[in-house]
């Protein structure tokens, strides 16, 4: 061991590699499935265009979640806040302003974002499980509020009257284009956040947010930031679900379900990991599919598995097969090659790169 | 003027009630440092307990209040050993997601089992009968055994608190889990009694909620967030905090009801977040 950690000092011939070939293959199989996808108003049906655009949905809405609860350390039960600003934000600047229902849901997204910044002053004021709470209370003044105001339809909602003259097939073509847009900037924009410098940071915070500090972390704003991109993002998904519902009431949109979901989605797939809530998404999509028949006994099991799934299995199920097969599809950490005397020093390669890589692939302790 | 009066004596008797929910609310925050997201969740469930024993098994209420009693300390004790202690750590978020998924299975079942229809235990016509102190106020005797249920529940729990080996045992292990072992005290069945306790105070509440007003199975978050407020407003710590949170909570929302039903819900929320920015250690800290 000890002649394997002085190689680096006798030669300097290595460098630093991040993509895997897993990752390569990975930015591969994603490209030709959003192909696939873009291509779906040619020879899909329209089920599937409205499935997609919900999965959509629930995995930017998960997605988001993690990124404040998995990588920021904020656990929070009140993300269907800015779920219900995007919906009624995109419904709003449609009906009433003249905006048109694709540009409005970007627009919307900005308004949460703004909205979210006075948000978090009250919400930052509380910690831990109490902030969890916090931000539910914070959601339901949204609700309240909405579900008082008669021009929106009161307690019973509206509808998204905007589109009545948009013919429907070419509707739902650019509702799918806009639910693809917005996964793949929300998967392309985290994977290229948590490889930079400022994603480092909000790992190291997240394993150990005094450690951090000590280290030049700012944390308070490291935390703001992932607080308003969370919101802008929580925005995006729940204006491309309420486009794609054409109808919205307050209490579908600031259902504490959503937040359920989503911490269902991220814990099954694997908390603080990229690839978890996609893995997470696809399987609640299809639970969601063919057993949301069940009522009462669907939610029973959904509950019941997050329980058991938190105190058996916390790194879930990407958690579990990177660990176990040392797989990264998208890979934020760093590994060290070493170019010289390929065949002898690979087995020691394979060593160093272990080493190195565990921490990037450890989640939480 | 008599209005005026009114919406803060309303709103004291109905702050007596969240005070109830926000006690057992608050001896969990002191004991265990655990959020507990389905504390709502388990008064609803102790209220559909009393509503089996007296509706499908035909107990006498004075009955079936007493093996409520009984059968809470249970469930309290047996959630805490056998589930919470296993996620209570210095990271929040097992325990939130475990309890956050426990208020959906115990939703889900409750549904199941007695449908989604509000209910309310009877009580004769105890819950309608009531006193008129002037004109235009009314006391209802529910109202006020409530009140007088909290206070005596306050200095109860000061009391166990301040001057008993339990209360003591369960300060050192909130100050420090670790450290107690070495005195002999596990935390765990510290824990467990204390969960145990809460659970008492939360069947109180449940009993005298249920005999104000008719339960429907997913009120529970509801529940919960008016004693978190209860707690936060009180300020963390003190039982007597707890007690005039909850008033504060009441009053608020009796104001915000007067004006416009739609509204006492949110002005109570409002209120709340008011608190929080102005006076984050709330009304009456502990350490201040």
């Known amino acids: 061991m000890n002649t394997l ?16 070939r897993a990752s390569r293959v990975a930015v591969l199989v994603l490209l030709v499935i959003a192909l696939a996808v873009a291509s779906a108003p040619w020879w899909a049906g329209r089920d599937a265009l409205h499935d997609f655009v919900q999965l959509a949905s629930y995995l930017v809405f998960a997605m988001m979640w993690n990124l404040l609860a998995g990588y920021g350390g904020m656990v929070s039960i009140g993300q269907q806040a800015f779920f219900g600003i995007g919906g009624y934000g995109m419904l ?3 009906n009433y302003c003249g905006v048109s229902p694709f540009v409005a849901v970007p627009l919307a997204a900005v308004i949460a974002t703004v909205v979210a910044v006075p948000v978090s002053l009250v919400a930052f004021r509380l910690e831990g499980g109490y902030f969890a709470i916090g931000t539910w209370v914070i959601a339901e003044v949204f609700r309240l509020t909405i579900a008082n105001v ?10 998204l009257t905007a589109l009545q003259d948009v013919p429907r097939a070419l509707r ?10 917005i996964v793949a900037a929300a998967v392309g924009l985290l994977y290229v956040f948590l490889r930079s410098k400022a994603g480092l940071s909000l790992t190291a915070m997240r394993d150990n947010a005094v450690a951090a500090s000590s280290q030049g972390v700012d944390v308070k704003r490291a935390r703001l930031f992932v607080y308003l991109v969370s919101a802008c993002g929580t925005a995006l998904a729940g204006g491309l679900y309420f486009l794609g519902n054409l109808r919205i009431s307050p209490d579908a949109a600031f259902s504490a379900n959503w937040t359920a979901f989503g911490i269902f989605i991220v814990l099954i797939g694997g908390l603080g990991t990229l690839e978890g809530p996609i893995l997470g998404a696809l399987i609640f999509f299809v639970l969601n599919k063919f057993l949301s028949d069940y009522g009462t006994w669907y939610l029973i099991g959904l509950g019941a598995l997050a329980i058991l799934v938190t105190m058996f299995f916390p790194q879930g199920l990407w958690g579990f097969v990177s660990r176990r097969f040392g797989l990264q599809l998208f890979p934020v950490g760093r590994r060290v090659v070493f170019l010289d005397d390929e065949t002898s020093a690979r087995p020691a390669t394979d060593d160093v790169t272990k080493a190195l890589n565990t921490s990037s692939a450890a989640h939480r302790a | 003027m008599n209005t ?8 004291v008797l109905l702050g007596a009630l969240y005070g109830l929910f926000a006690m057992g609310q608050s001896l969990v925050f002191g004991v265990m440092r655990l959020t507990n997201t389905a504390h709502g969740d388990f008064i609803v469930l102790l209220v559909f307990v009393l509503f089996a024993l007296t509706g499908f098994a035909h107990l006498p209420l004075a009955v079936a209040l007493i093996l409520l009693l009984g059968i809470a300390f249970g469930a309290g004790y047996a959630v805490q050993y056998a589930i919470l202690n296993r996620v209570s750590s210095r990271d929040p978020l097992p325990s939130l997601i475990v309890t956050f998924g426990l208020s959906i299975v115990i939703q889900n079942v409750l549904q199941q089992v007695f449908s989604a229809d ?3 235990v009877a009580t004769g016509s105890f819950e309608s009968q009531s006193i008129t102190v002037a004109p235009g106020i009314t006391l209802g005797y529910l109202p006020l055994v409530t009140l007088a249920a909290t206070v005596v529940l306050a200095f109860a729990m000061q009391w166990l608190f301040g001057r008993t080996p339990l209360g003591r045992a369960f300060r050192a292990t909130s100050d420090d889990r670790e450290i107690v072992q070495l005195m002999g005290v596990s935390y765990r069945r510290t824990y467990a009694l204390a969960m145990g306790i809460a659970f008492v105070l939360i069947a109180v509440a449940a009993a005298l909620y249920s005999m104000r007003t008719a339960v429907s199975p997913t009120d529970g978050p509801a529940l919960l967030l008016y004693a978190f407020e209860a707690v936060i407003i009180g300020g963390m710590g003190s039982f007597w905090g707890t007690f005039l949170g909850g008033m504060a909570l009441g009053i608020a929302q009796q104001a915000g009801f007067y004006f416009d039903p739609g509204w006492g819900i949110w002005l109570g929320h409002i209120v709340f977040l008011a608190v929080l920015v102005i006076r984050p250690q709330g009304l009456l800290p502990k350490t201040a």
Do not use: M, Y
């Open chain 1, 5 to 20: 950690l002085n190689r680096p000092a006798a030669s300097a011939s290595f460098e630093v590699r991040r993509a895997t």
């Open chain 1, 92 to 94: 709003i600047l449609a």
């Open chain 1, 150 to 159: 008669s021009v929106l339809g009161g307690g019973s909602g509206t509808s």
């Open chain 1, 172 to 181: 739902e073509s650019l509702t799918l284009w806009l639910a693809l847009a």
């Open chain 2, 4 to 11: 005026l009066i009114n919406i803060i004596v309303q709103g």
């Open chain 2, 118 to 120: 509000p209910r309310s």
